[in-house]
């Protein structure tokens, strides 16, 4: 039942990396939520950058160095996601987690905040625990693909910080996270 | 005589003159099967619960006539028992000559006729320095004698606290219950979008005024919970991005990060002798209770299992702690020790059970309970027996006890449009019997109450 669940899933993250294709660069059919979030969040400012490639190359002059690693970081998926009440890391989630590795490993300077998340569905205490149990299931696999502990805080946001708002199974989907910011 | 001093801050509870004890309300509450069908049911006491009826008069003036705080109190008392309830107040309309003074004995011909058990008059007025001289006589209708009285004296900031002082001897002489009207509330207050909702604490009496902010929303903030003398504040703090258990000082608005862990703590609650602070601690996807010696800041592990073992609160008499985990699979309700020990599962009905607080009289444990998409919250006796649900909807949350142990608050959010319309999040509280669930008015959206003991 979870496996279909899980398949489906993926259904729709492909779907939606098409729709977003023209206008996000390489987001190679990333992960759920970081294409749910570039069409529902930026999608404006990623249209205006591909638009032209002259515009592309000014921007790329006045961006600072920050913004060019998010940048490239955004590319590997900041975010994987979680079934229901769990912290387990299906293989998808591992394969973002081995290019955020990857990442890390190639920039031994970048230090990252990890922060866990749970959909609205529960109670606010258990959500913050639950939150440091996804964030420390990451930041473990991180470590186990050789990245320092140092290099990775973490912090539970519990049920506070929804990626997607809405009281559906869709937006509790790409609730149920661990997300991977630059520090 | 009572004697009411707000300006030394100063609560009585003893010394004043009972001459009768009215009568004592007895609720009967059968213990109805929950899971007799898929959906859950509330379980509402069985039988009509027929309120008190009561005369409030208006306090009056040196003139003999109703003076303007006079009234402004009156009114506070009434809304206080008709907000319990457990009382009607009878409309001040058919009240046929009331006394110009409590010093004054009533005519008992013209008020047994309107149904009145109680009776209460009372005075009020500013004396030469500006301060309220408030004297009061309640009355039992039926035997005609004088069950209470008192006076006290407050400034213009302590007028609603002395009236709910008084309300809350009318409460305790006609219900024989623990009053609970001059407590305070603390809870968060929520503004702007569902995805970076602003938290602020926030503080009112228990019937929502004198309303004021605590924190400035620069950092977000959960769970406040009082200390036992309803001073501080203990609630969880994001500031500088490290979520840690604080303690806030009401009057004087100081906060205090308790203690350096190695992880986040969270959901604290304050022994009941005062002197330590349950929590938990969230560490490498494990989370154990901690308690903390507030004095020494030293700590002490009472759980150790890989499970998330949270939302922990202590028997009144500190002896024991219910808590929350998934050790065994699913969120349930445990109880053990206060040293950790001979811990015992006492939730087993359906669905998921959190958040579990013990009722100040000891006897029932309040929960949230999830179950078939739906959020519930209910009581449950110590030893998990004769589960009841009060409330029911799609989020409902966060049970807190009134201090007299029979009424409960919560907070109930509405669901989310992908828009971001809707998700109003209101503050309610119910009568453990199941009636009267009334909304608390809040300025903006309120979430995470916690009712305080009675004020000091």
């Not at chain 1, 990333?30 to 921007?59: F, I, K, L, M």
């Not at chain 2, 009568?23 to 009509?48: F, K, M, Y």
């Not at chain 2, 002489?173 to 995805?195: K, L, R």
């Amino acid at each position: 039942m979870l496996k279909r669940l899980f398949i489906l899933c993926i259904g729709t993250v492909f779907l939606a990396a098409c729709e977003t294709a023209s206008t996000t660069s390489v987001d190679s059919a990333g992960d759920a939520s970081s294409s749910a979030s570039a069409s529902s969040t930026s999608s404006g400012t990623a249209s205006s950058s591909s638009s032209s490639s002259t515009a592309a190359a000014t921007e790329a002059e006045t961006l600072s160095p920050e913004e060019i690693l998010k940048k490239e970081f955004a590319k590997v998926g900041s975010t994987i996601l979680f079934d229901y009440d769990s912290s387990a890391l299906s293989d998808y989630a591992q394969r973002t987690l081995d290019r955020q590795a990857a990442f890390l490993k190639a920039r031994p300077q970048t230090r990252v905040l990890m922060g866990g998340h749970a959909d609205e569905r529960g109670t606010r205490e258990y959500n913050l625990a639950l939150g440091e149990r996804r964030a420390s299931a990451a930041r473990d696999y991180l470590v186990s693909k050789g990245i320092s502990s140092e290099r990775i805080r973490i912090i539970s946001y519990g049920k506070e910080r929804p990626a997607k708002v809405g009281s559906n199974e869709a937006a509790w989907r790409l609730n149920r996270r661990a997300e991977t910011r630059l520090n | 005589m009572v004697m009411l001093n707000i300006l030394s801050n100063a609560r009585f509870q003893a010394g004043w003159k009972k001459l009768v004890m009215l009568s004592v309300w007895i609720i009967c509450a059968p213990v109805l099967a929950v899971a007799q069908s898929d959906i859950p049911r509330l379980d509402i006491t069985e039988g009509q619960i027929e309120p008190i009826p009561v005369a409030i008069a208006d306090f009056t003036g040196p003139d003999g006539k109703p003076s303007a705080v006079g009234k402004q109190i009156s009114q506070i008392i009434s809304d206080d028992l008709v907000s319990s309830g457990l009382f009607r107040t009878i409309d001040s309309a058919a009240f046929i000559r009331p006394p110009e003074s409590p010093k004054i004995r009533p005519d008992f011909a013209n008020w047994a006729p309107l149904g009145a058990k109680g009776l209460l008059i009372g005075s009020a007025f500013e004396d030469s320095d500006g301060l309220l001289q408030i004297e009061f006589v309640l009355w039992d209708v039926v035997t005609q004698r004088n069950i209470t009285e008192g006076s006290g004296t407050a400034d213009k900031q302590g007028l609603r606290r002395i009236a709910h002082q008084i309300g809350d001897f009318v409460y305790e002489e006609f219900t024989g219950d623990m009053p609970y009207f001059d407590t305070q509330i603390v809870y968060v207050s929520e503004e702007g979008p569902q995805n970076r909702r602003i938290k602020r604490l926030a503080i009112m009496d228990q019937d929502g005024h004198n309303h004021r902010f605590l924190t400035t929303g620069a950092d977000l903030v959960l769970t406040p919970r009082f200390s036992k003398t309803a001073m501080e504040v203990a609630y969880l703090n994001y500031f500088n991005d490290e979520p840690n258990v604080y303690l806030l000082d009401v009057a004087s608005g100081r906060t205090e990060r308790l203690g350096r862990f190695p992880g986040m703590t969270f959901a604290p609650r304050f022994a009941p002798d005062g002197n330590m602070l349950i929590m938990s601690l969230a560490k490498d996807g494990q989370t154990d209770i901690y308690e903390m010696d507030l004095r020494t800041q030293s700590r002490i592990r009472l759980t150790r299992s890989p499970s998330i073992d949270t939302s922990p609160s202590y028997s009144p008499d500190g002896l024991s702690i219910v808590f929350n985990s998934d050790r065994g699979g699913s969120q349930q309700l445990y109880i053990m020790n206060r040293q950790g020990k001979n811990v015992n599962r006492i939730s087993y009905g359906d669905g998921r059970y959190a958040t579990p607080v013990w009722s100040p009289r000891g006897d029932l444990i309040a929960f949230t309970k999830m179950y078939r998409g739906e959020f519930y919250i209910g009581v449950m006796n110590v030893d998990g027996s004769g589960e009841r649900l009060l409330a029911k909807g799609f989020l409902v949350e966060a049970p807190t006890w009134a201090p007299n142990g029979r009424v409960l608050m919560y907070f109930k959010k509405q669901p989310v449009t992908d828009s971001g319309e809707g998700g109003e999040t209101h503050l309610y509280r119910i009568d453990i019997t199941g009636f009267n669930e009334r909304r608390i008015l809040t300025p903006a959206d309120a979430s995470d109450p916690a009712w305080s003991p009675l004020l000091q």
